[in-house]
């Protein structure tokens, strides 16, 4: 989220498979959001929880004005990134330096959401905190989670979620009579998506029945027997079954029936596979998230598994519903159920091979690219697009070689660098220091690795505004750097340390450490640090009065960008450009200057950057007198800056207050405050839209008839009493009391002069926009 007010509809996920049955539970987990702020569903791996959460969420989720989002916990290895994970999933970034529960918490003081926590079992302590502190702290927030058990905190709401109905397999049967039941109707369904012609039938239904009550009902486990039916049928998969009843006793004798039921299953499906199958599940075990083809042929192929086979025993395991798949950018990608993982885990371990495996996962994803990871040219997107899709295997990488002793240190170089890259950018940087923090602990030789860890540490602290913790780093950095002889890496700490200055507010010192960076890359070039010590030394000197060696700074750094295919480091260089060419009255270059950066940066996603375009686009319109759209874009940029807890530099904070007294006193208070709250509080990619002049697609037309006359929610209400819905009804579909949702309606006939529903329908019917009275 990078905007004060609003944030996208949600990420649910999209569940390609129909949902089964549920009604009694869907309506008894509405009713406890509509009464607890904490709902949590708890039962054993397999049962369901996260289908019914999802399908919860996607029913109410327009009784939550920010939406409805979900945060899937089961890769989470580390509960000190718990924080970091929640915020990425709702798409926050923040500069704040202590990015923890009370730093999210005032990001969503204010919002009106709901949040999915999903598999909060291992997790479960950190989870609590979390969740406790949030909602003590925002009043508009509901928590829907998952877990084993609940989180045991004050206000918490416990749904038990039971296996779906199964028929008794004592007295009379029949096809119709057991196809009420909601195990036999997700089997079914299932079924027919492996075997088109399957039915249940006078030869089979006693079977159906029977398999359906022998797993318990437990839908993951009706899942993958179905899968059996392109080979087997009913009958034989229930004695097959039967034939490994042993492995109910196996294990944890105390376990619940089902628990152990579960694991019957697994152990049975894991049997039937081939030899080789077998060995691929239980490898594919150390992916924590999704993965690609091209991973899995590198960590998993060999001795039992055969590269040229991968694929098709993937295939094999997809068939089986052992793997699950979903789209990727430019691949498909795979992912396992929780359980099912958790259970090839267990192969592995037991084969003796758990950490070789983890080494080959190290070493695939540190080796994607090895030392040049590019930081600096066309390739950066690539690395951001890459790192979103591998950061959980990334961090479990890293994690192995932070815990296991004797393991390269490169590897961690490498892969604590792909991670920085996207903290950076993305504005993950409590994270990103996080992993530092770690990897410098191990990288304790005086080498270029260290050098570079440490600037990159420091600047990740300059962007959360701790000087102090950054400013030793990058010294340190830079010291080292010069001894080894490493004139890049000497020369990005330098440029940083004249930051440091420059937060300061001494302009004349950091102009001295900018010059010395730029004079150390004229005699030994390295683009990145040439880029930069331009970039920055160009705007000091227009700070020091020479604006004519300022603008041909920055265009150098513009033009080595080019030459490079570089962006990120582009889009800094057109922030001063354009910043300078303003204050030189050139407004129309800068502003096409400054909209090229606001495009690379809406690219990178990057809070920070994106900010500071709009407020540079605001002071330029200021200059040509629009200064309605200098207000929105004020507001606009505002917007991100309280999102982030972050703020312009010291020295661009006069032409900040220089251009809203300038349009505060062209329009006056009121029209100024009008223009500005619209930026403050539009979507922030239409506001990102407005700046460049493109059509704004977020935001939906209100309906013009019910302005003035009906809030957003009391339209909403004038809906569901036009649909024929009971106050009770209204007040289930939109997780509210009862007594509220009486509240709304009777608001709603004062308003319009009515006295009975029939007349609010008449009502919505004659003021419904025309496409939808033709549908």
Not at 28 to 37: H, T
Not at 53 to 69: I, L, M, N, P
């Amino acid at each position: 989220m990078t905007t004060a007010t609003k944030m996208p509809a949600g990420n649910l996920p999209v569940i390609l498979t129909s949902f089964i049955g549920r009604r009694s539970e869907i309506a008894d987990v509405k009713q406890a959001l509509a009464q607890s702020r904490l709902v949590t569903l708890v039962g054993p791996g397999g049962v369901g929880k996260t289908r019914l959460a999802v399908h919860t969420a996607e029913e109410v989720r327009r009784a939550f004005s920010d939406g409805a989002w979900f945060v899937d916990l089961s890769p989470l290895q580390d509960e000190d990134l718990l924080v970091s994970a929640v915020a990425r999933a709702l798409r926050l970034q923040s500069r704040s330096r202590a990015w923890g529960p009370a730093a999210l918490a005032r990001h969503l003081a204010d919002l009106e959401l709901l949040v999915v926590l999903d598999n909060c079992e291992h997790v479960r302590d950190a989870c609590a905190v979390l969740v406790d502190a949030l909602l003590r702290a925002c009043p508009s927030l509901r928590v829907l989670a998952t877990s084993r058990q609940g989180l045991e905190i004050p206000g918490e709401h416990l749904v038990a979620v039971p296996p779906l109905p199964t028929p008794a397999t004592e007295g009379p049967l029949s096809p119709r009579s057991i196809e009420r039941y909601d195990a036999v109707a997700l089997f079914t369904e299932r079924a027919q998506a492996v075997a088109s012609g399957f039915r249940v039938s006078d030869e089979n239904h006693q079977a159906v029945a029977a398999l359906c009550q022998r797993l318990d009902g437990i839908p993951l486990a009706l899942e993958l027997a179905a899968a059996r039916l392109r080979v087997l049928s009913p009958q034989q998969i229930l004695e097959r079954l039967e034939e490994h009843s042993d492995l109910l006793r196996s294990g944890n004798a105390v376990a619940p029936e089902r628990h152990r039921s579960m694991h019957s299953l697994i152990a049975w499906s894991y049997d039937l596979c081939s030899a080789e199958e077998r060995m691929l599940w239980a490898r594919l075990g150390v992916f924590p998230g999704t993965f690609d083809l091209e991973a899995v042929e590198q960590v998993c192929a060999g001795d039992e598994v055969p590269r040229e086979l991968v694929l098709d025993l993937l295939s094999g395991l997809v068939d089986k519903s052992i793997l699950l798949t979903a789209p990727g950018a430019d691949a498909m990608r795979y992912r396992m159920p929780e359980t099912i993982r958790a259970f090839g885990r267990e192969q592995l371990a037991a084969a003796g091979q758990e950490k070789e495996l983890r080494r080959r996962h190290r070493d695939h994803f540190a080796n994607i690219y090895g030392a040049n990871l590019p930081w600096f040219g066309p390739r950066q997107r690539e690395l951001l697009s890459w790192m979103r899709l591998e950061r959980d295997n990334y961090r479990a990488a890293l994690t192995f070689c932070l815990e296991e002793t004797g393991e390269p240190v490169a590897s961690a170089v490498h892969m604590v660098g792909a991670i920085a890259a996207e903290t950076m950018v993305r504005g993950f940087l409590s994270e990103g220091r996080h992993w530092m923090h770690r990897v410098l602990e191990l990288v304790d030789e005086p080498t270029s690795e260290r050098a570079l860890l440490l600037w990159v540490d420091g600047w990740h602290a300059l962007n959360q505004g701790d000087i102090d913790g950054g400013e030793p780093r990058l010294e340190a950095g830079r010291d080292l750097a010069e001894r080894l002889g490493d004139a890049g890496n000497a020369a990005v700490a330098t440029v940083f340390l004249g930051m440091c200055a420059m937060m300061r507010g001494d302009v004349e010192g950091a102009f001295r450490l900018y010059g010395d960076a730029f004079a150390r890359m004229r005699r030994e070039y390295e683009p990145l640090g040439f880029v930069m010590a331009a970039t920055r030394l160009g705007f000091a000197s227009f700070l020091l009065g020479d604006a004519d060696r300022a603008v041909e700074l920055c265009e150098e750094a513009i033009a080595e960008s080019d030459a490079h295919g570089e962006k990120w480091h582009k889009a800094e260089a057109l922030a001063d450009l354009s910043t300078i060419l303003w204050r030189l009255g050139e407004t129309s270059r800068a502003r096409e200057l400054a909209a090229d950066g606001l495009r690379i940066q809406r690219d990178f996603d990057n809070a920070v950057g994106t900010a500071q375009f709009l407020e540079i686009l605001a002071w330029i319109a200021a200059a040509e007198h629009q200064h309605p759209r200098a207000a929105r874009l004020l507001g606009s940029a505002d917007g991100v800056w309280h999102a982030i807890d972050a703020s312009l530099f010291p020295q661009l904070l006069g032409y900040r207050e220089e251009t809203e007294t300038t349009v505060r006193r062209a329009l006056g208070a009121r029209a100024f405050e009008t223009d500005y709250r619209v930026g403050l509080q539009a979507p922030h990619l239409d506001n990102v839209a407005f700046a460049l002049d493109e059509p704004e697609e977020s935001a939906a037309p209100t309906d013009s008839s019910a302005v003035g006359v009906l809030t957003r929610r009391e339209r909403e209400i004038a809906d569901l009493v036009a649909s024929g819905l009971s106050n009770r009804d209204i007040a289930a579909n939109l997780v509210i009391s009862r007594r509220t949702a009486e509240g709304h309606v009777d608001h709603i006939l004062g308003k319009l002069g009515f006295t009975s529903r029939v007349q609010i329908a008449a009502w919505v019917a004659e003021n419904r926009p025309s496409d939808q009275s033709r549908s």
